[in-house]
């Protein structure tokens, strides 16, 4: 009965594999990419869209491939790489002209509701693990025996838009908040390093596991917690790096009075 199961779950995940990406997955990834650059771009630079409508194409093209540029740099191949596909490039530039130009903002309004955030988020995922598995294997064909490359990689081509904000930040002459993705990483990113390690420990046979039954669930698991945070849930991660944080690397130190208000005036300043 189990093993009866266990065949039919894995039959399943065989057929999510099979998903062709282009055009409905690839078109949602665009969407959300291309969102959060205009987000994004209202940290000192909320007319740069109508002054400077090259510099505002090319930052939202380095958010939409931004796993693809920074693995390839990171590997020594081709970096543009990404610009020989005409047609996810023609596809990510028509999204990106629909967001920013779009008569009376109807497109935004329409793909910005939370209603279309329910539809776009479970997409998003899907392909995130395509990507994020894709690169531990781009990592592999590169460095075979290191385990820690691969994790890079894969981590990197899931999560290389959040990476890549601050170089967006630096084209457009906007230095934002001062926090990034290696001193305050977002759940997206803690997630990205779980899932690319647990793809890694898969290639090296120690779990014993079908990718495509992996990819499967760490979407399923993914994606409910995406969804969740629409509806406010707090960060999944935090009551174990609570627990974690003192017994592995020591009590956190009290902070000053002065350290207190800048925390508060950075906290500030997110919230506007």
Known sequence: MASSYYDTVVSYADLYDTIPMYPLFELSHYILMILAVRSDFRNG?????QTNPLVCWFCSMLSSF?????ANFLL????????????????????WYLIFYCPGDIFFTIVSSFPAQLV??????????RK???GVAQ??????????VMLIIGTVK??????????????????GPSSNQLTTPSITMKAAIIISLLMVLQRYAILPIPLVLLQLCCMMVLTTVKLSMLF?????????????????FGKKPKESGAAKKAKETENKNKKE
């Open 45 to 49: 630079s909320k007319h740069l869209a």
């Open 66 to 70: 931004a796993g693809t540029f920074m």
């Open 76 to 95: 020594g191949q081709p970096i543009l790489a990404p610009f020989s596909n005409q047609f996810n490039i023609g596809l990510a530039t028509a999204v």
């Open 120 to 129: 776009f988020i479970p997409l998003k995922e899907v392909l995130r693990m």
């Open 132 to 134: 994020i598995a894709a």
């Open 139 to 148: 990592a592999a064909i590169v460095y075979p025996s290191s385990f820690l």
């Open 158 to 175: 899931g999560t290389g838009s959040l990476q890549m904000r601050n170089i967006e930040r630096l084209l457009r002459g906007s230095t």
């Open 232 to 248: 406010g849930m707090r960060d999944p991660f935090e009551p174990v790096e609570g627990v974690l944080r003192p017994v592995l």
